[in-house]
């Protein structure tokens, strides 16, 4: 069965100090990997996708298929960083539908 | 203004009693879903729809039950068989097809008293 984790409830770390996000999935099918973002009092809304290999906000992620990972990582983290980060799995089963993460809050320190 | 609507935001409800929650979207998108977020759970999701008048069952369908009637709307029916409805429920569209963004409504919170 399909199924998202992410094994850190809370990630505190300094602003300016890297930050990673780990995600990890399984799926038999071949794996559409998501990055959402929920920040205070906002929707939650996409941050980025793996089939657009893109940096957003100075965000990366990257799929790697041998370890089922998703990973998001920023170099240097900001305290506008600081928002609850769920990994989202695209499953074509009939239709598609997304299985989510439990999420990670991050918490940027000053 | 372009988007996802929810209402009510806030929801009281007896034990025993049903309720619907509202979502509209003037995306047109084809497909829409119901999630329900509790701390530490994430999101699961309840029912998902692709097309009028067609849905299917997600994870945690038991106990509530929707309607595809209109493109733009996807009511959810938590009904007095769910046994834990004290949660935040999400609502979100996507373009069929597309490059698989959701799209998100603010969200209703039910409590059950």
Known sequence: ?110 | DGGITQSPKYLFRKEGQNVTLSCEQNLNHDAMYWYRQDPGQGLRLIYYSQIVNDFQKGDIAEGYSVSREKKESFPLTVTSAQKNPTAFYLCASSILGGTGELFFGEGSRLTVL
């Open chain 1, 1 to 110: 069965a399909q199924r998202v984790t992410q094994p850190e409830k809370l990630l505190s770390v300094f602003k300016g100090a890297p930050v990673e996000l780990k995600c990890n999935y399984s799926y038999s099918g071949s794996p559409e990997l998501f990055w959402y973002v929920q920040y205070s009092r906002q929707r939650l809304q996409l941050l980025l996708r793996h089939i657009s290999r893109e940096s957003i906000k100075g965000f990366t992620a990257d799929l790697n298929k041998g370890e089922t990972s998703f990973h998001l990582k920023k170099p240097f983290a900001q305290e506008e960083d600081s928002a609850m980060y769920y990994c989202a799995l695209s499953v074509r089963d009939y239709g598609q539908n997304f299985v989510f993460g439990p999420g990670t809050r991050l918490s940027v320190l000053p």
